[in-house]
């Protein structure tokens, strides 16, 4: 009898399911929306601010001290390697207070352990104070500033919600940082308006004192009958192909407009101004890989959670569809680990149509991000990016620039052979 219930026993343990893990497979970001989609700004372009059509019946929609700490904890706890990463972002995370911030480095404190912590913070600039410049010195953030280049362009689409440019404050923002002293990068998005002037655009961001500069594409399209009615104005990215906004950057105009940033950089500012997508092509003619995640084989570790602690896929795809769980459903690892969450991200591989599949530049643009994949191309099952011809046309122009680059830092450290073109 005895022996029977050691069977049994040894069963049972064996049957029982096994803890889910609590530390993520690899690191992971969690972009930040703690002030959901809220802005004190109407951005004409802006893809986030809708979003508050999915949470407009919930009533709060504002991150609560309970949702932050059990975030800081279980964030911290499932990341396997340092430095452990906090974007706030938004909407405009400046409407939170900065005492919810200071609870936030608070419980860092705690919940880190000795563990490296950074925090970047990407905001519109216009509500910088000098108590916000103090914090963010204090604790040594690093802010991202968006302004998308002189007044003319800047106020073309980046208005207050009475319809007045923003310029002028986000300048006196960006004086309180250098007066401060606080880390900062600028943010510039790349549309209609500005597309074919990167030279100048580049030269007013280093008058401006930014030396580290990131150009995001705005590409939305229109949203379909179905997601009108649930308030949405722009298209999702699984949406069949619909009409681009009007405001977005030219198919061919991104290029354009980094090739010209380009030609400037090149002559004056290697090694003193650092362009994202120059140390990621950078990256890629070293055999390294982009460093960027739209440019990466696969993604899927960089995902968004909101401020009620749902998370979903990606900042790009916040829709019901792709929310994969929820702060306190289940261990935070095991939802950036599950297999839905993988399969997305291995999408971004297996759904390459054949022309980028075949494409000599692929080991540097890699199919582009997902979201812009819908331009249907005859003979092929899957789409292809919208911004093929920009990619096409700024790595033929960099190339043997950056094969000069890449061969001398081979020369100097050894790293792997350039990639070989078809």
């Given at each position: 009898?005895?022996l029977?219930?050691?069977?049994?026993?040894?069963?049972?343990?064996?049957?029982?399911?096994?803890?889910?893990?609590?530390?993520?497979?690899?690191?992971?970001?969690?972009m930040?929306?703690?002030?959901?989609?809220?802005?004190?700004?109407?951005?004409?372009?802006?893809?986030?601010?809708?979003?508050?059509?999915?949470?407009?019946t919930?009533?709060?929609?504002r991150m609560?001290?309970?949702?932050l700490?059990?975030?800081?904890?279980?964030?911290?706890?499932?990341?396997?390697?340092?430095?452990?990463?906090?974007?706030?972002?938004?909407?405009?995370?400046?409407?939170m207070?900065?005492?919810?911030?200071?609870?936030?480095?608070?419980?860092?404190?705690?919940?880190?352990?000795?563990r490296?912590?950074?925090?970047?913070f990407?905001?519109?600039?216009?509500r910088?104070?000098?108590?916000?410049?103090?914090?963010?010195?204090?604790?040594?953030?690093?802010?991202?500033?968006?302004?998308?280049g002189?007044?003319?362009?800047?106020?073309?689409h980046?208005?207050?919600?009475?319809?007045?440019?923003?310029?002028?404050?986000?300048?006196?923002?960006?004086?309180?940082l250098?007066?401060?002293?606080?880390?900062?990068?600028?943010?510039?998005t790349?549309?209609?308006?500005?597309?074919?002037?990167?030279?100048?655009?580049?030269?007013?961001?280093?008058?401006?004192?930014?030396r580290?500069?990131?150009?995001?594409?705005?590409?939305?399209?229109?949203?379909?009958?179905?997601?009108?009615?649930?308030?949405?104005?722009?298209?999702?990215p699984?949406?069949?192909?619909?009409?681009?906004?009007?405001?977005?950057?030219?198919s061919?105009?991104?290029?354009?407009?980094?090739?010209?940033?380009?030609?400037?950089?090149?002559?004056?500012?290697?090694?003193?101004?650092?362009?994202?997508h120059?140390?990621?092509?950078?990256?890629?003619?070293?055999?390294?890989?982009?460093?960027?995640?739209?440019?990466?084989?696969?993604?899927?570790?960089?995902?968004?959670?909101?401020?009620?602690?749902s998370?979903?896929?990606?900042?790009h795809?916040?829709?019901?569809?792709?929310?994969?769980g929820?702060?306190?459903?289940?261990?935070?690892?095991?939802?950036?680990?599950?297999p839905?969450q993988?399969?997305?991200?291995?999408?971004?591989?297996?759904?390459?149509?054949?022309?980028?599949?075949?494409?000599?530049?692929?080991?540097?643009?890699?199919?582009?991000?997902?979201?812009?994949r819908?331009?249907?191309l005859?003979?092929?099952?899957?789409?292809?990016?919208?911004?093929?011809?920009?990619?096409?046309s700024?790595y033929?122009?960099?190339?043997?620039?950056?094969?000069?680059?890449?061969?001398?830092?081979?020369?100097?450290?050894?790293?792997?052979?350039?990639?070989?073109?078809r």
């Amino acid at each position: 009898m005895i022996l029977a219930w050691g069977w049994i026993n040894a069963i049972f343990i064996v049957m029982r399911p096994l803890p889910l893990p609590t530390v993520a497979q690899a690191p992971f970001h969690l972009m930040t929306k703690a002030a959901s989609a809220a802005c004190n700004l109407d951005c004409s372009y802006c893809y986030y601010l809708e979003k508050q059509a999915l949470y407009e019946t919930c009533g709060r929609t504002r991150m609560s001290r309970e949702t932050l700490e059990i975030f800081v904890r279980d964030y911290i706890s499932a990341q396997p390697a340092d430095p452990v990463t906090f974007a706030w972002q938004g909407g405009e995370p400046t409407l939170m207070g900065i005492d919810f911030y200071r609870e936030a480095v608070r419980l860092q404190k705690r919940y880190g352990a000795g563990r490296q912590i950074d925090n970047a913070f990407q905001t519109n600039g216009t509500r910088l104070d000098d108590a916000w410049c103090r914090f963010f010195t204090e604790n040594d953030f690093l802010v991202g500033i968006s302004i998308d280049g002189p007044r003319e362009i800047h106020d073309s689409h980046r208005l207050s919600r009475s319809g007045k440019g923003t310029f002028d404050s986000v300048m006196a923002g960006l004086r309180l940082l250098k007066k401060h002293g606080v880390s900062f990068n600028t943010l510039t998005t790349v549309h209609r308006r500005n597309e074919t002037r990167g030279r100048e655009v580049y030269k007013f961001l280093k008058k401006c004192g930014s030396r580290y500069l990131q150009f995001i594409p705005i590409v939305e399209r229109e949203a379909g009958p179905c997601a009108k009615q649930s308030g949405l104005r722009l298209a999702s990215p699984d949406d069949p192909e619909s009409a681009v906004m009007p405001w977005s950057v030219s198919s061919g105009g991104f290029g354009r407009f980094l090739a010209d940033v380009f030609e400037v950089w090149r002559k004056k500012d290697v090694g003193k101004v650092f362009v994202q997508h120059f140390d990621g092509a950078l990256s890629a003619w070293l055999g390294l890989g982009n460093t960027t995640c739209v440019s990466a084989p696969t993604c899927g570790r960089n995902l968004a959670i909101e401020h009620d602690g749902s998370i979903y896929a990606c900042d790009h795809y916040v829709y019901p569809e792709y929310r994969v769980g929820k702060l306190g459903e289940a261990p935070l690892a095991s939802i950036v680990d599950q297999p839905r969450q993988k399969h997305f991200g291995e999408a971004k591989k297996t759904t390459l149509p054949r022309a980028c599949v075949e494409c000599r530049y692929r080991f540097a643009c890699e199919g582009d991000c997902p979201k812009h994949r819908f331009v249907a191309l005859g003979g092929e099952v899957h789409p292809q990016s919208y911004l093929c011809r920009s990619f096409k046309s700024f790595y033929k122009h960099i190339d043997p620039t950056m094969r000069a680059m890449a061969d001398d830092w081979r020369r100097h450290n050894g790293t792997p052979a350039l990639p070989r073109l078809r």
